[in-house]
């Protein structure tokens, strides 16, 4: 079983930066990629950055160059750094794990962009 919990969301104006971060326990060992997703209201909950453990990441085009996704290994911790936010950013952002043992999703932080 793999936990993770989400933290740093909040309400920012536009143009301005959030981190996002995902802690990790459990079988950690078993991890072999995790995620950012987001889910707006009345829409589909959508990929926005992933890291595999080998250190490649993908992001979706709408968050290209604005958002980065990176990982503490020592602290079991996968970040979303977010710069140069708009309205449509605004959704719950979620940490999703993809282990051997499962796939485990966090519960989910609010952003809201917002002037």
């Known amino acids: 079983q793999v936990q993770l919990v989400e933290s740093g969301g909040g309400l920012v104006q536009p143009g301005g930066s959030l981190r996002l971060s995902c802690a990790a326990s459990?079988?950690?060992?078993?991890?072999?990629?995790m995620g950012w997703y987001r889910q707006a209201p009345g829409k589909q909950r959508e990929l926005v950055a992933a890291i595999t453990s080998g250190g490649s990441t993908n992001y979706a085009d709408s968050v290209k160059g604005r958002f980065t996704i990176s990982r503490d290994n020592a602290k079991n911790t996968v970040y979303l750094q977010m710069n140069s936010l708009k309205p449509e950013d605004t959704a719950v952002y979620y940490c999703?794990?993809?282990?051997?043992?499962?796939?485990?999703w966090g519960q989910g932080t609010q952003v809201t962009v917002s002037s």
């Open positions: 999703r794990a993809l282990a051997r043992s499962g796939d485990y």
């Open positions: 459990g079988s950690i060992f078993s991890i072999n990629a």
